[in-house]
């Protein structure tokens, strides 16, 4: 294990990033700027800002998103062999705060996975509500994307016997989602209806 003496300095304007150790990401209080704190990369993020009005504890949970491309290759299904399934290129969501248990990643992974939030109004600072903590590096959340990927497949009808592919997801920056919080988190955006 190792530890940092020296603070983390914004690498645009030089003040000193206040550090939560639970959250891998940094905000600047000064110019804004979002800092991945085990590289120190500037990270390009999105705020989106809430189109549902809930009478519950309210947040923004950091997403990270990859750029995905798969390449199917053959698969086996139930006793048939195809030569190709679903490839292709995608942006893969895969939500990072809130101590979610693995099905929950899933779940709302697949949620803004196949409807995903690109028309939602964005704005420049959290407002109402704090960030959940980012708990997710870069390099868990791209082998997230691969299994969201895969439950993908064994969903589909028939009995997924065997997959022969290729997959890459490259890191293309943090959305913060606004999400509201009854037992588990309901996305506070007007096209996900309940949960
Ligand atoms: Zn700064």
């Not at 206040?18 to 979002?34: A, V």
């Not at 809430?50 to 199917?72: A, C």
């Not at 082998?143 to 990927?149: D, I, K, P, R």
Request: with cysteine; net charge negative.
């Amino acid at each position: 294990m190792s530890i940092k003496l020296v603070p983390l300095k914004c690498p645009h304007c030089g003040s000193i990033l206040k550090s939560d150790r639970k959250d891998l990401l940094y905000m600047c209080d000064n110019c804004g700027t979002f800092v991945y704190a085990p590289t120190e990369a500037v990270v390009n993020v999105k705020i989106l800002d809430f189109e549902v009005l809930r009478n519950s504890k309210k947040y923004y949970m950091p997403v990270l998103t990859y750029l995905t491309n798969v390449e199917i290759y053959s698969e086996e299904v139930r006793g048939f062999f195809k030569e190709r399934g679903m490839g292709g290129r995608w942006l893969t969501y895969i939500p990072a705060g809130g101590s979610l248990p693995a099905e929950e990643v899933v779940r709302l992974s697949k949620m803004l996975t196949s409807n995903p939030p690109q028309d939602s109004k964005e704005i420049d600072s959290f407002r109402d509500a704090r960030p959940l903590p980012m708990e997710i590096t870069i390099e868990e959340g791209a082998e997230l994307a691969e299994f969201v990927f895969l439950s993908y497949e064994v969903d589909r009808p028939g009995i997924l016997q065997g997959i022969n592919y290729s997959f890459s997801a490259n890191f293309n920056g943090i959305v913060y989602i606004p999400v509201y919080y009854e037992g588990g988190y309901l996305i506070g955006l007007r096209r996900y209806g309940g949960r």
